[in-house]
């Protein structure tokens, strides 16, 4: 049914695209690539991260639920993005 080499999620170039043909500056199109890039990278990385810190800190890992890495990833990834835009922009 599933393909293995076809995601449901859209990849970064598409928003690189996107972002090149509403907004028609390049400069945009590379701050929104970068940034969803770093974001993609930093959600899977605290993904794996913060449930075996949970567990090394002898907390129970479940705490470290989705909604609250969820919250935790798109609070830093937004720090990232206006970061990154203010940087190249």
């Known amino acids: 049914m599933f393909n293995d080499n ?3 999620e859209p990849e ?3 928003y690189f695209a996107k972002s090149l043909l509403l907004k028609g500056t390049l400069n945009v199109a590379i701050v929104v690539g970068i940034s969803l890039m770093a974001i993609t ?3 899977t ?3 794996a991260f913060l449930p075996l810190l949970f567990k ?10 989705a909604p ?6 798109d609070v830093i990834g937004v ?3 206006l970061e990154i835009a203010r940087v190249m922009l």
């Open 79 to 81: 720090l990232i993005y």
């Open 6 to 8: 076809e995601t449901s």
């Open 41 to 43: 990278i930093l959600s």
């Open 12 to 14: 970064t170039e598409d």
């Open 56 to 65: 090394a800190l002898g907390f129970d890992p479940a705490m470290m639920s």
């Open 45 to 47: 990385i605290f993904g």
């Open 68 to 73: 609250l890495s969820a919250t935790i990833v």
